[in-house]
């Protein structure tokens, strides 16, 4: 069972939480390959995905991960829930917990959301993305991928490149990197950065090439033009051959480095096709780590043990 009754700060965890989930998350990847894709571990347990803000990738993750815990999953979508009536975040907490839900997973456009539902209900809380503030079970995932890969995460580093400035994914990558001893380098145009950088904790790097050679993994973030005002570069084509990871950047990085990505990816800009197609990509491993991984973050918050003989 995990030390925090939430999840919504990486930051929320203990080291010794991080590892149980992705302790944890090892025996239910193997659930997922099995034919018959299903626990009865949350049998009975009422979990809500509501996801005020446009989502796909992550919201499928949790749907599916909920699933295969045999959970009842309710879905609220922006459109959906009464907050376009013009109902408070406050007053939708307490309508879910009296509904008696056990465990909602929110995401929300406003960093904060989270925590104000969090506050204002009974029910456990993961935050599945919260403005440009955290995405804490990516950053458990992306760890979860990087171990599985290397065996460890102690002493690895990691280069976070591009849109660091809007990046909920950098927002609690960062933290998680530094809690487990690995060093997060972040990496991008001076306009695609916070307005102090070094409050991050992480080192600050504006040229990818004066880093490559160091980097166990290149991790591309998505270039959120939607969070933008006007172009915060000269070109698509410039940001590309500065900051994009392509075969010669590639080539010229360790032998066992790797790229990741959270996704979507946009092609051409910030990876290109030949890097996103290439086997040192991990992009679809780090989907499929999503599900196990959100597994354990449900089990263990509601719960369950390392064991997975209890919720």
């Known amino acids: 069972m995990l030390s925090s009754r939430h999840i919504i700060d990486i930051e929320d965890l203990s080291v010794d939480d991080i590892y149980l989930i992705l302790d944890t998350a090892r025996s239910f990847k193997e659930v997922s390959e099995r034919r018959i894709k299903k626990l009865p571990t949350l049998r009975g347990l009422t979990i809500v995905n509501l996801f005020l803000e446009p989502s796909t990738r992550t919201r499928t993750s949790f749907e599916i991960a909920a699933k295969r815990l045999s959970a009842d999953g309710i879905n609220f979508a922006a459109s959906s ?7 408070s975040l406050a007053d939708t907490a307490e309508t879910l917990s009296a509904m008696a839900c056990d465990l909602v997973i929110v995401r929300h456009k406003y960093a904060g959301a989270p925590r104000i ?4 209900m009974d029910t456990r809380v993961i935050n599945g993305g919260d403005g440009m503030h ?12 990087m ?6 995460l102690e002493g690895l580093t990691v280069g976070i ?3 660091i400035a809007h990046s909920r994914v950098a927002g609690s990558l960062v933290p998680a990197l530094k809690m487990v001893g690995a060093r997060p380098i972040v990496v991008g145009p001076p306009t695609l950065m916070p307005s102090r950088p070094d409050v991050l904790g992480a080192e600050v790097v504006t040229q990818l090439d004066d880093v490559l050679g160091e980097l166990d993994v290149a991790y591309m973030l998505r270039v959120q033009m939607e969070r933008t005002e006007g172009m915060p570069f000269p070109s ?3 940001y590309a051959r500065l900051w994009g990871m392509n075969s010669a950047r590639l080539s010229a990085m360790k032998p066992e480095a790797i790229v990741m990505h959270p996704g979507p990816m946009n092609r051409g800009v910030e990876i290109s096709a030949a ?11 780090q989907v499929n780590a999503g599900v196990a991984v959100r597994m354990a973050a449900m089990y263990l918050l509601l719960g369950g043990d390392a064991s997975g003989a209890s919720a």
């Not at 539902?117 to 204002?120: K, P, S, V």
């Not at 079970?137 to 760890?143: F, G, I, P, S």
């Open 81 to 87: 829930s009464a907050t376009v009536k013009g109902e």
């Open 117 to 120: 539902l969090a506050e204002h």
């Open 134 to 145: 955290q995405h804490p079970t990516q950053a458990l995932l992306d760890l979860f991928t």
């Open 147 to 152: 171990r599985e890969h290397f065996g460890h």
């Open 161 to 163: 490149v591009g849109d």
């Open 236 to 238: 698509v084509r410039e």
């Open 275 to 285: 890097v996103a197609d290439s086997p040192r990509a991990l992009v679809l491993d």
